[in-house]
T-cell receptor, first 116, second 114 residues
Framework: NAGVMQNPRHLVRRRGQEARLRCSPMKGHSHVYWYRQLPEEGLKFMVYLQKENIIDESGMPKERFSAEFPKEGPSILRIQQVVRGDSAAYFC??????????????FGEGSRLTVL | DAKTTQPNSMESNEEEPVHLPCNHSTISGTDYIHWYRQLPSQGPEYVIHGLTSNVNNRMASLAIAEDRKSSTLILHRATLRDAAVYYCILRDVPGGTSYGKLTFGQGTILTVHP
């Protein structure tokens, strides 16, 4: 029973390149969340997705960042034209949610992006 | 979003109980109290959650004040592996406008001494 799988675990990009971070939720989970943790800071919510839908993207930067969770395949967080300030750990979480379940989020081990 | 207040850091000795406090004086009636912890270089890990009644699981206990304005996470016997940042979070009910968005504060850094 694999947990939340994120890849790559470490990614190095030069300024201006694109970064793609992948997240496979736990089996049976249809809700995915992305969080960012800047160096020496707390975790910040970015986006909440269900299959093929963005439910809440209030934490996503308005430009260069996008997220998707297609019907088939992993969730993708895409960062275009990366800048040094994008260097951070990006965590994905998933949950099994029903209208009566305030269940826990299961987090992956994170993808650590370094922008040179 | 309702805010929580936690001490920046706490220390404990191994094998001793640890009580981690959290104040949430502006909690709404539909907010659940969740606790997560983050070990060094890892993603957060769910610990426990509750609404009104005290809760126990294999990891910890959660004591919730009668007025729900504060709660305490109790680790009954701290081990070195419990050294982590502990986050107290208020979460909306499913279908609530902010349900998917956990707001992590700075948390409490717990140091466990051998």
């Amino acid at each position: 029973n694999a947990g939340v799988m994120q890849n790559p675990r470490h990614l190095v990009r030069r300024r201006g390149q694109e970064a793609r971070l992948r997240c496979s939720p736990m089996k049976g989970h249809s809700h995915v969340y992305w969080y960012r943790q800047l160096p020496e800071e707390g975790l910040k919510f970015m986006v909440y997705l269900q299959k093929e839908n963005i439910i809440d993207e209030s934490g996503m930067p308005k430009e260069r960042f996008s997220a998707e969770f297609p019907k088939e395949g992993p969730s993708i967080l895409r960062i275009q034209q990366v800048v040094r300030g994008d260097s951070a750990a990006y965590f994905c979480a998933s949950s099994l949610t029903s209208p009566t379940n305030t269940g826990e989020l299961f987090f992956g081990e994170g993808s650590r992006l370094t922008v040179l | 979003d309702a805010k929580t207040t936690q001490p920046n850091s706490m220390e404990s000795n191994e094998e001793e109980p640890v009580h981690l406090p959290c104040n949430h004086s502006t909690i709404s009636g539909t907010d659940y109290i969740h606790w997560y912890r983050q070990l060094p270089s890892q993603g957060p890990e769910y610990v426990i959650h509750g609404l009104t009644s005290n809760v126990n699981n294999r990891m910890a206990s959660l004591a919730i004040a009668e007025d729900r304005k504060s709660s305490t996470l109790i680790l009954h016997r701290a081990t070195l592996r419990d050294a982590a940042v502990y986050y107290c979070i208020l979460r909306d009910v499913p279908g609530g406008t902010s349900y998917g968005k956990l707001t992590f504060g700075q948390g409490t850094i717990l140091t466990v001494h051998p």
